[in-house]
């Protein structure tokens, strides 16, 4: 083959073996369409975060010890009455049990008033604890009387039961307002108690239900038969009970079927592209062989996600929506260039070479800019970024071959008929041409540097730039202020935009445009959450692992004692249970207090709902046993406390022996007493959620956070952070440690596999690690603030590196990342209006800042094709800037608007869904590609002309 350029070379080997390339290329195609079948959409958490980040380690640990880790809430409101009426104790017991039967459900740990952990703590008549449960393994009585004696019990059982009364009974005043139970200090008070119960009617229930991780490989059958759970009884019961339903599992099910039930979105989006090339180019096979070659990629790319069984997120979605935007763009560009090649020389062959050798160049720079912004964020370590990396990186190279290779081979194998068709282009093509030439070559070529200046001043105003730079410029001086100190240490130099996550919002809109075309638009699944968050405690729990500092000693064996009985190991080093005390954390009063106040503080806190724990068993043991006889036990609920000395000393009444009003108990004694009675009167495992029985020096706290805006999520953890680090050196709190530890080995259940893993450094300043979905908030606000400055300027550096090395000029390169900066901005400033209106699925959130490195990468393409057509025009036209302009803006320019148009189209499907996370990146990618080809069209020409770069401007007055 004859030498010369190497875009000459590669046309004419493909026009060659154009039968062979053909073949290969249909022959993949094949094959990975039988692999598209096995794409791994199982939408996993688990798998989304790094498991050494010692918030998600925690949260794990939690799971794997105490159990509780796919979370679902059933909720049952009665629209009059209340919940202790015969008929819908009765549909809730059956309600239970039908729940419990439910695919993947670990119905030991389902929470309810039917569930065998419900138990009345009550006294029996030899003094001792009476663990009786609530409702009857065999089901409430078909007898009047004794059903009505059930229900009395399970209306006693559960309101004095201070433990999980407040989670699972709702209490409605008459004007419908809810009654807390705690009072506004947070504490189980004697008159907030009382005043729910008395003025207030019990209006709702709930059942809390865990699933194992095997739903997550069936998510479609498995939320169909909860929703035909919901339906039977909606059927049923509908007119007098208001059901709801919520929950981790349930939202991640929801988002998959969501996809599929709104897959006929991507048929009119295909409808819409085709049209829009039917128009461009007035030929069937114009048409229909872009469609072919961006489908060939898309064909390819869900292929190797099947064949590798990468864990994928409905975030993917996006991946073939982007391959089609994309892709038709660069389809187009080859496609115009064949038929205006075609409508000079009337030849196909000479019409696909020229084609091939004038595009490929171009494309192949496009294309790789649009690598490097995939490329950026593969060395994120969160697994959807590396998904949308890996495979966008691969569907973007096959791009080469089906677009820009294998149009032009189909059309010399099926040429378009051209007839009569006017090769100087379109009416509108050739008005645009004139229009944007007039403009940028005339006295009002100013107004697209001032409309980018203000673009650029909005930006930043809505990111708060200016407050941004100011608290960074404060120094030490202005640490005085908690935000400026916040600034400062997490460099976040655009406050403006919330890098936090609402995870609900970030998964569901609240409302959405298809939905409002055929009903309310209402989401049910945020609709719910949010009745919920009214009813509940709280939406998302925070749960706070409790560890002894020193840990436990080994039990002392044979070699403990000498010949005679004598200890010769002493207590510093084995423990002994028949002459030792008993050890751990829980069997110490002063921890236990320590603790105790730490609940109390965090039920204060107003993002908190409430909190729970062993401890609170411990003080409803000590209610029940102290109250005086003949006396309700929720009239004296100051017991309701950990009994320390100090507690005693001012509730004499209670503890002091009538015989010997100078004795008190021994605090020590008391508790070790209630531990081992609660360890003998409760069901296996019904400790176990809260406490380690084997070693009493381990445990949890379970906190339920009412809010889920990012901004007080973030807050939340700060200040329970900072609790914790003011209170380390307390009595009590000076034993503990409080969550997973950086450098520390743990084993965790990871799917049905248990793994081991050692964490990292990753929570600043030793503070503690929370577990729980507000550890996981935390968790991905973290990874927000370290990726969106460093990704984005990973991809400017690589970008600016290519561009100079492809067009061998640092010019060119400088003007295209410019490019890249204004439309960067722009984003940044989306997202702080997005922040300052709290519109959550749409922040700056993790999730959405894949858009800022992937829209850089694909926004650059325009301007390399304008640029590359520029120089293509000036060398034919005797460096005539005007008429290479207006060549330029009626050829490429107008490929780059139709490119727009195509683009719009092909995003339908993100845009009219429920699901908030597509819909966000869509807005970002759409929004930045749009302003990408205004840039090109009308910024970009006048850089150009006003630094004269020399690869456009070199060889003026030369022709090719």
């Not at 120094?475 to 976040?492: H, L, M, Y």
Request: proline share 5%.
């Amino acid at each position: 083959m004859a030498k010369g350029p190497i875009a000459d070379r590669y046309a004419r080997f493909v026009l060659h073996y154009r039968w062979v390339v053909i073949g290969i290329i249909f022959f993949f195609t094949l094959v990975a369409g039988f692999y598209i079948k096995d794409v791994n959409l199982r939408n996993d958490p688990d798998s989304l975060l790094p498991l050494s980040n010692r918030y998600i380690a925690t949260n794990l640990y939690a799971e794997r010890e105490y159990g509780m880790g796919n979370i679902m809430v059933w909720g049952f409101r009665l629209k009059e009455g209340n919940i202790f009426e015969p008929w819908f104790m009765r549909m809730l017991d059956q309600f239970y049990d039908e729940a419990g039967r439910l695919a993947y459900a670990n119905e030991d740990n389902f929470i309810g008033l039917p569930s065998p952990r419900m138990r009345h703590l009550g006294l029996s008549r030899e003094g001792g604890l009476d663990f009786k449960r609530l409702i009857p393994a065999s089901g409430l009585s078909t007898d009047p009387d004794i059903l009505q004696e059930q229900i009395a019990f399970v209306k006693k059982g559960i309101q004095t039961h201070p433990v999980l009364e407040p989670l699972l009974v709702y209490y409605e005043d008459a004007k419908g307002n809810k009654c807390n139970l705690v009072d506004e200090k947070g504490i189980l008070s004697n008159a907030s108690v009382a005043y729910a119960h008395q003025h207030c009617i019990p209006r709702a229930t709930f059942i809390v239900g865990d699933f194992s991780n095997g739903l997550k490989d069936d998510y479609l059958r498995w939320i169909q038969s909860v929703h035909e759970l919901q339906a039977r009884y909606e059927q049923r019961y509908g007119d007098r009970v208001e059901f709801i339903v919520s929950g981790e599992p349930y939202f991640l099910a929801a988002m998959v079927e969501e996809v599929w039930d709104k897959a006929w979105l991507f048929g009119i989006s295909l409808l819409i592209v085709l049209l829009v090339l039917w128009y461009e180019f007035q030929h069937w096979n114009c048409s229909v062989f872009p469609l072919l070659g961006v489908g060939i990629t898309i064909v390819l790319t869900l292929g190797l996600m099947g064949f590798t069984q990468f864990k994928l997120t409905t975030m993917m979605v996006l991946t073939p929506m982007l391959l089609l935007a994309i892709g038709i763009g660069h389809a187009m560009q080859v496609t115009r260039r064949f038929t205006q090649e075609l409508h000079q020389n009337n030849d196909v062959e000479k019409a696909a070479y020229e084609a091939i050798r004038h595009t490929i160049v171009p494309a192949s720079l496009s294309i790789g800019t649009d690598l490097h912004g995939f490329f950026a964020i593969s060395f994120v370590d969160i697994s959807f970024y590396k998904a949308y990396a890996y495979f966008g990186i691969f569907g973007m190279a096959t791009l080469i071959l089906t677009t820009t290779t294998l149009i032009p081979l189909l059309m010399t194998i099926i040429p378009p008929k051209l007839g009569n068709h006017e090769p100087a282009g379109k009416h509108w093509e050739n008005r645009l041409a004139v229009a944007v030439t007039s403009l940028l070559t005339g006295k009002l070529k100013w107004i697209p540097l001032f409309l980018v200046l203000g673009l650029l001043w909005v930006s930043a105003h809505y990111a708060q730039l200016e407050r941004g730079v100011a608290a960074l410029l404060a120094g030490e001086e202005g640490r005085s202020d908690p935000e400026v100190a916040r600034i400062q240490d997490e460099f976040d130099i655009m406050p403006g935009a919330e890098k936090g996550i609402d995870y609900p919002r970030a998964a569901f809109k609240d409302e959405y445009l298809l939905g409002k075309l055929f009903g309310s638009g209402e989401v049910k699944e945020i609709a719910d959450l949010n009745r919920f968050s009214r009813m509940m405690p709280g939406a998302i729990t925070a749960n706070m692992i409790i560890r002894s500092r020193k840990g436990i000693l080994p039990e002392c064996g044979d070699d403990s004692r000498d010949a005679d009985g004598n200890r010769i190991i002493g207590p510093d080093r084995c423990h002994d249970e028949m002459e030792d005390p008993p050890q751990g954390i829980y069997n110490d009063v002063s921890v236990l207090q320590a603790l105790s106040d730490f609940e109390d503080w965090l039920r204060r806190h107003p993002h908190v709902g409430y909190s729970t724990s062993y401890i609170q068993f411990i003080k409803t043991i000590n209610l029940m046993l102290n109250t005086p006889a003949g006396e309700a036990p929720m009239q004296h609920m100051n017991l309701f406390a950990v009994p320390t000395r100090e507690h005693m000393m001012a509730n004499r009444y209670a503890y002091a022996d009538p015989q010997d009003p100078d004795y008190l108990p021994v605090p020590a004694e008391t508790v070790q007493y209630y531990n081992a009675m609660l360890l003998s009167s409760s069901g296996p495992g019904e400790l176990d959620s809260f406490v380690n029985t084997d070693t009493w020096d381990e445990g949890v706290i379970v906190s339920f956070i009412n809010t889920m805006d990012p901004v007080e999520t973030h807050q939340t953890v700060v200040d329970i952070q900072n609790y914790l680090r003011e209170h380390a050196n307390d009595p009590g709190m000076d034993q503990l440690r409080i969550g997973i530890q950086a450098g520390e080995e743990i084993q965790i259940r990871y799917g049905e596999t248990t793994k081991t893993i050692v964490t990292e450094d990753s929570v600043p300043d030793e503070k503690a690690a929370i577990g729980g979905f507000l550890g996981i908030t935390e968790a991905t606000r973290d990874v927000a603030f370290a990726e969106w400055l460093h990704a984005p300027a990973m991809t400017s550096m690589t970008v600016f590196l290519m561009t100079a090395i492809m067009f061998r000029s640092w010019t060119v390169a400088l003007m295209l990342v410019s490019l890249c900066f204004i439309t960067l901005m722009s984003q940044y400033g989306l997202a702080g209006y997005m922040s300052s209106i709290k519109e959550w699925s749409a922040n700056l959130a993790f999730h959405v800042q894949v858009a800022l490195s992937i829209a850089m990468g694909l926004g650059i393409d325009y301007g390399v094709y304008m640029v590359s057509r520029l120089r293509e025009e000036m060398l034919a036209n005797g460096s005539d800037w005007t008429l290479a302009l207006k060549n330029t803006v009626q050829t490429t320019g107008s490929a780059i608007v139709i490119s727009v148009v195509v683009l719009l189209g092909s995003v339908i499907p993100l845009m009219n869904t429920k699901l908030a996370n597509t819909w966000s990146v869509s807005l970002y990618v759409a929004e930045a590609l749009i302003l990408d080809v205004l840039i090109a069209l009308l910024f970009l020409p006048l850089l150009v002309a006003w630094l004269r770069p020399a690869y456009v401007f070199a060889g003026a007055g030369k022709k090719q």
